[in-house]
Structure formats: C-alpha cells, structure tokens
C-alpha cells in the first residue's frame, strides 16, 4: 500500500519561511484532505492542522495549511529553532479504505 | 481535557500474541473512529488498524490482516488491538489515535524479539 509522497527534509534559516509539500490522489488528499502532524524526538505526534485546513486551539499561526487539487501544503512562517521537528501529512483513501501517511518531513533550522 | 492512555505493551517472543489497551476521555468516544499507528525505531508513522463509531466496520494495512484484530467498547470508553503471531517487523511504539481529530495517545512500546 503506497503512502504520500512528502520530500525527506527540508533545511531553511532562522526567521525565514518553509512550506511543506504532501502529494497524494484525487482518492485521499483531493478527496478530504489532509491531516498535518509535527513529531519531535521521542514524542508523539502533534496535531497542527485538521483536514480541511482549520488550525487547532493552541496551535501557533504561523503555521497555515492548504491544498490545492492533491497536493496539500504546511507553510511555517518566522522559523524559530523549537519548530525544528518531523513533519507527516495524513489522508483517508476512500478507495483503498486505509489511512496514508506520508514518510515524514525532516525540518532543519539553520 | 482529553486523555488517551495506551497500555499492554512488552517484550514477547516471534509468534506471541499481545493484546494493547486504550483508555480515552475527555471527548465523546463513541462519536468517533479511532485507530492504531505505529512506529518503528527511526522510522516514519504507520498506520495499522481502525474502527468505525460504532464498531462495524474495521480496516486494517495489508501486513497485519489476519494476525491483529481491533475492537472498542464505546460504554467504557476503550480501544484494544488484539495482535498475534507476533513477528520481528511488528516492533515499534504502537499509538492510540483519533488520526483526524488529533487526540494521541503517549505510545506503547511493542518489541518482537527472541
């Protein structure tokens, strides 16, 4: 079973801007959306954006989601060091009946 | 404030059976699909298995159809996942989830190993 596709890592300077990409079908990502999660080391994941983009109570706003057609998008704004994390995208496949996750994002503050 | 507690996992022998445990509150359980994820040492999350509100319908990934079984009791508020012939790839932090709700559990450890 195929997962979605995020790119492995991600490295940007401090104080600049990351956008995250999450490609997947019309059957998950262009189907619901997609859920964005952050991981840091030896934690379990953090929701940081629901399916249809809203962001969760609590959760910082210069994190935004968005999607456009199967490609879901996280957009981090003023990078602080704590963002510093791995990022998964997740979807329901309506056809394969299944969660997919994508392999995960590994963001460096530099 | 919403809790999730995961709890069951151990170290067991290749072909052992182990059964995880959840225990959610904070939220209306029985309003929700709720699911296994699980993740390896170093590896990315993987889901495993969910359950529809009400337990009719369950979903599994392909590697463990047949050796894991999940069920809920929505009057207590619990999620299990029954898993058996245990082998070396089912090692990893197995988490309890609400995946698009958000709510997620601390993890329990699961190791395969002879």
């Known amino acids: 079973q195929a997962g979605l596709t995020q790119p492995p890592s991600v490295s940007k300077d401090l104080g600049q801007t990351a956008t995250l990409t999450c490609t997947g079908s019309s059957n998950n990502v262009g189907y619901q959306g997609a859920v964005w999660l952050q991981q840091h080391q030896g934690h379990p994941p953090k929701l940081l954006s629901y399916?249809?983009?809203n962001r969760p109570s609590g959760v910082s706003e210069r994190f935004s989601a968005s999607r456009s057609g199967n490609i879901a998008s996280l957009t981090i704004t003023g990078l602080q060091p704590e963002d510093e994390a791995d990022y998964y995208c997740s979807a329901w496949d309506s056809i394969l009946t299944i969660w997919m996750f994508g392999g995960g994002t590994k963001l460096t503050v530099l | 404030e919403v809790q999730v507690v995961e709890s069951g996992g151990g170290l067991v022998q290749p072909g052992g059976s182990l059964r995880l445990s959840c225990a959610a509150s904070g939220f209306t359980f029985s309003n929700f699909w709720m699911s296994w994820v699980r993740q390896a040492p170093g590896k990315g999350l993987e889901w495993v298995a969910s359950?529809?509100?009400?337990?009719?319908?369950?979903y599994y990934v392909d590697s463990v159809k047949g050796r894991f079984t999940i069920s809920r009791d929505n009057a207590k508020s619990s999620l299990w996942l029954q898993m058996s012939s245990l082998r070396a790839e089912d090692t990893a932090v197995y988490y309890c989830a609400s995946i698009h709700l958000g709510y997620w559990g601390q993890g329990t450890q699961v190791t395969v190993s002879s």
């Open positions: 399916r249809n983009a």
């Open positions: 359950i529809k509100e009400d337990g009719s319908d369950k």
